[in-house]
């Protein structure tokens, strides 16, 4: 048994201490994209799921085409991640082989990124386009339908997709959605600042009463497989009602005003762990708070074996480095590198790829001037409704417009100062908010854009290419 004194430390050591240095002005992206089949695609849907071998091929071209000279293989040998150690940046594929991510090291200028992902995209769109297959800027996969459901072969997506799949076992503990490989199909777009101790309460308090704004600004991920479930970015329903949403604490936005790091550090060990590993071997169990994991002397697990091609029960004892092994999903989310990552965001159509980053990028320069213009905001933010309930009606196709003009005149305010902070940095990256400027004043998004190509009898080809132009 852990004493609770420990554990506090250690999450202090872990997550706190790293940020007990000035911040740099630095941003790291991380992008994942769709790739979509587009032979016999039909009117509305996609028809042929993505050809894995096309994928495997793309992935070794580009680290030839590109020197990349770090590389991570699966069971069967195919490159699921290759990094370059001088840039820092990577190419993976998330979960599946139906994702496609793109991550690079951090930067001070946004513009050395954007360069650097034409060069990259534009050779990956020449070798998908070849074999009739594309990537776009859409949040969920249009082809989900009929992709295959099959994780990447090695033990930590196996283990996930596993995890996942055993909703079934927690019967009515919470509403389950029934799409617990939406790991293979959901992208975002997320971005990583560096934190400096003294603002790290500052930062999530005030980041995440932008979560309903965001909504509104950057929802591009359409899903109405459950009909009684209707959204504009999926993203939050998807995370909230599956198995990573049996504890509220690990997902969606922060549902209480944080107060000091020590409320932080206790917040994290109210969040639930559910995976190891040992020995080489993932082992998941069901989540549990790292506050009652630490009280307990075994835990009972399970784990894929290779050799049998099955899964296997395991006991062990609870250790202190087990806690590298927590995984949060919360919107803006404090982490062991020193940063915050804001990861609520839906993937950007390709024309629009660094407006998440200059957008957080810009208001984190102006931090206090934000903080002041949110507490001003009476008529979007006291009115008897929380920060979570605003957003969970921004992210719904069809709700009530009660807020939408305070929350648009307030959207107005934010991109200037978001502007104004990017012109305080110096490198011409406002150029990258014009399209959030231009959805402001239309009172749109990608997603109610994607609605009316829709409705306009638009040819689901036709779309998925106009998402994946970059120009």
């Not at 604490?249 to 109210?270: F, G, P, Q, T, W």
């Not at 959207?411 to 490198?427: F, N, Q, T, W």
Request: glycine share 6%.
């Amino acid at each position: 048994m852990i004493q609770d004194t420990e554990l506090l430390d250690a999450i202090y050591q872990k997550y706190i201490r790293p940020t007990e240095r000035p911040a740099k002005q630095v941003v790291g992206v991380e992008l994942e994209y769709p790739i979509v089949n587009l032979k016999n695609i039909g009117l509305s849907e996609v028809t042929e799921p993505v050809d894995f071998d096309v994928v495997h091929r793309l992935a070794e071209s580009f680290v030839v085409r590109f020197g990349f000279d770090r590389l991570s293989r699966d069971d069967d040998g195919e490159i699921y991640l290759a990094e370059d150690t001088k840039t820092g940046d990577s190419i993976s594929f998330d979960c599946s082989f139906n994702t496609l991510e793109l991550s690079f090291g951090i930067e001070e200028n946004i513009c050395f990124l954007k360069n650097r992902f034409d060069r990259y995209y534009s050779f990956i769109e020449e070798q998908l386009l070849a074999e009739r297959h594309t990537l776009t800027g859409m949040g969920i996969n249009p082809g989900y339908r009929v992709n295959r459901v099959e994780p990447i072969h090695n033990g930590r997506y196996r283990m996930l997709l596993h995890h996942l799949e055993s909703f079934t076992k927690y019967g009515n503990q919470m509403h389950f959605h029934h799409y617990p490989h939406f790991g293979l199909f959901s992208c975002a777009s997320q971005v990583q600042v560096d934190a400096e101790k003294d603002h790290v309460v500052e930062m999530l308090n005030t980041f995440n009463r932008l979560e309903p704004l965001k909504a509104l600004l950057f929802a591009n991920s359409t899903f109405d497989a459950d009909p009684s479930h209707r959204f504009l970015a999926s993203r939050d329903y998807l995370w909230k009602n599956s198995l990573h949403g049996l504890n509220p604490h690990n997902v969606d936005e922060y549902d209480k005003r944080l107060h000091s790091l020590d409320e932080i550090v206790r917040y994290i060990s109210s969040e639930s762990l559910y995976c190891l590993e040992r020995e080489g071997k993932y082992i998941n169990f069901p989540p549990v708070t790292l506050a009652d994991y630490y009280q307990g002397k075994v835990v009972r697990g399970e784990y894929y074996d290779t050799e049998e091609s099955r899964y296997r029960y395991a006991s062990f004892e609870p250790q202190l480095s087990d806690l590298a092994f927590l995984r949060s999903f919360k919107f803006n989310d404090l982490t062991f590198r020193g940063t915050v990552e804001f990861r609520s965001v839906c993937e950007q159509p390709i024309a629009d790829v660094m407006s998440v980053a200059a957008f957080h990028a810009g208001l984190l320069t102006k931090l206090p001037e934000l903080t002041k213009l949110l507490n001003e905001k009476v008529g979007l933010y006291q009115q008897g409704v929380s920060v979570g309930e605003l957003r969970e009606t921004f992210v719904r196709r069809e709700h009530t417009h009660r807020f939408d003009d305070a929350a648009y005149q307030l959207i107005e305010e934010v991109l200037c100062l978001a502007e104004d902070g990017l012109v305080l940095r110096g490198h011409g990256e406002e150029s990258f908010l014009e399209p959030l400027f231009l959805r402001a004043e239309k009172r749109t998004n990608p997603a109610l854009q994607l609605l009316e190509k829709q409705k306009a009898g638009r040819a689901i080809r036709e779309i998925i290419l106009a998402y994946a132009e970059n120009h």
